[in-house]
């Protein structure tokens, strides 16, 4: 069974950096495109970040030029990168990829089950 397990998550004040990571775990043939989504309290779940097999990166508006996103193939991981976190930015975060199953060769959207990030201000 394939897996994503989340790590990182925590509290920390405004202006504060965080890192997330999340490792792929099971029979994995190959992995294309990694994620990162956050749902705040009230809202619905958005992207935050997301990386193509080949590295090209998208974010949303809201947290360019503060939040990066890199994987290590290698690790089958992903990570985010978090700096100048902002109050706003509260919210339990979520990883996603999108992969080939070993084996049987089927296509997978997986997802993690989601860390807890707290802003203060």
């Known amino acids: 069974q394939v897996q994503l397990v989340e790590s990182g998550g925590g509290l920390v004040q405004a202006g504060e950096s965080l890192r997330l990571s999340c490792a792929v775990s099971?029979?994995?043939?190959?992995?294309?495109?990694m994620g990162w989504y956050r749902q705040a309290p009230g809202k619905q779940r958005e992207l935050v970040a997301g990386i193509a097999s080949g590295g090209s990166t998208n974010y949303a508006d809201s947290v360019k030029g503060r939040f990066t996103i890199s994987r290590d193939n290698a690790k089958s991981s992903v990570y985010l990168q978090m700096n100048s976190l902002k109050p706003e930015d509260t919210a339990v975060y979520y990883c996603n990829a999108e992969a080939i199953e070993g084996g049987t060769n089927r296509k997978l959207e997986v997802w993690g089950q989601g860390t807890l990030v707290t802003v203060s201000s």
């Open positions: 099971g029979r994995i043939f190959a992995i294309s495109a």
